[in-house]
């Protein structure tokens, strides 16, 4: 498939614990499950989309580095990166391409450090507080960005 058909779906650290613990605050299912709701709505909407998780702040740098060369627009949930990582920022502000900031739980609605999000202004625009939904819609977006 084209690039202009690629969008890269990236999960930040410990989103590979989902499903385990804390099912009050991000719901029960796995990140597998997650997945392969993404998939289904990529293959639904006419794109292909790769999805990548880490732990390690700087492969996803790397990975949205190189994200342009492959893919046109990208959808993340930086997880905790999301209130720290001014590295995280700036390769998004860098990558250039359309980039939508997803997250399961309600930010605002939660502690105060998780309120401020540094990579809002490197972002086309945010979607937080609906479980998987925030994926789907965030894909949705992303779609409607290319
Ligand atoms: O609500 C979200 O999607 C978050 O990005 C999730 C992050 C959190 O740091 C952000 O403030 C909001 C945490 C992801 C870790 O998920 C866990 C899942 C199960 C058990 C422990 C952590």
Same mark, same amino acid.
């Given at each position: 498939?084209?690039?202009?058909?690629?969008?890269?779906?990236l999960h930040g650290p410990?989103?590979?614990?989902?499903?385990?613990?804390?099912?009050?605050?991000?719901?029960?299912?796995?990140?597998?499950?997650?997945? @392969?709701?993404? $998939?289904?709505? *990529?293959?639904?909407?006419?794109? !292909? &989309?790769?999805?990548r998780q880490s732990n390690s702040e700087?492969e996803l740098?790397?990975w949205?580095?190189?994200?342009?060369?492959?893919?046109?627009?990208?959808?993340?949930?930086?997880?905790?990166?999301?209130?720290?990582?001014?590295?995280? @920022?700036?390769? $998004?502000?860098? *990558?250039?391409?359309?980039?939508? !900031? &997803?997250?399961?739980?309600?930010?605002?609605?939660?502690?105060?450090?998780?309120?401020?999000?540094?990579?809002?202004?490197?972002?086309?625009?945010?979607?937080?507080?609906?479980?998987?939904?925030?994926?789907?819609?965030?894909?949705?977006?992303?779609?409607?960005?290319?």
């Amino acid at each position: 498939m084209a690039k202009k058909r690629k969008i890269l779906v990236l999960h930040g650290p410990n989103l590979n614990l989902l499903g385990k613990r804390q099912p009050e605050i991000y719901g029960r299912l796995t990140l597998e499950q997650i997945n @392969r709701r993404i $998939l289904a709505l *990529a293959r639904e909407l006419g794109v !292909e &989309v790769e999805i990548r998780q880490s732990n390690s702040e700087g492969e996803l740098v790397d990975w949205i580095q190189q994200a342009p060369k492959k893919f046109a627009a990208l959808v993340i949930n930086a997880a905790a990166y999301t209130h720290s990582s001014v590295a995280l @920022r700036d390769a $998004l502000t860098a *990558a250039g391409i359309p980039a939508i !900031e &997803v997250h399961l739980s309600n930010i605002y609605k939660r502690e105060e450090f998780r309120k401020r999000s540094l990579i809002a202004e490197a972002v086309v625009g945010q979607i937080t507080g609906f479980g998987v939904s925030s994926y789907l819609l965030g894909l949705r977006a992303a779609v409607e960005a290319l």
